[in-house]
């Protein structure tokens, strides 16, 4: 049964204990440091492919944000003095 504590201020679910949640924290900080270790170690193995990546990557995004504001900008005026 919920705590009428929580009833008062909305609250309708169980707690999970703090316990719980700070050992999935830790789970999930460790998952996220082998994935990034893991990434860093195949960088360093393949420079080129790494390098090729990146410049494909970023001629893509030069290209997109070339596009965005190419389309954001009005038409020229263009006025007639004669």
């Known amino acids: 049964m919920a705590n ?3 009833l008062r201020t909305g609250f309708t679910g169980e ?3 703090a316990g719980a949640v700070t050992a999935k924290a830790r789970q999930t900080a460790k998952y996220v ?5 893991a990434v860093a170690r195949t960088a360093h193995d393949h420079p080129s492919g790494t390098s090729t ?3 494909i990557f970023g001629a893509a995004a030069f290209v997109a ?3 965005i504001g ?3 900008n009005p038409p020229p005026r263009r006025s007639h003095f004669w």
């Open 33 to 37: 440091k082998d994935e990034a270790t």
């Open 15 to 17: 707690l999970k204990e």
């Open 53 to 55: 990546a990146l410049l």
């Open 4 to 6: 009428v504590k929580n």
């Open 65 to 67: 944000g070339y596009l």
């Open 70 to 72: 190419s389309a954001s």
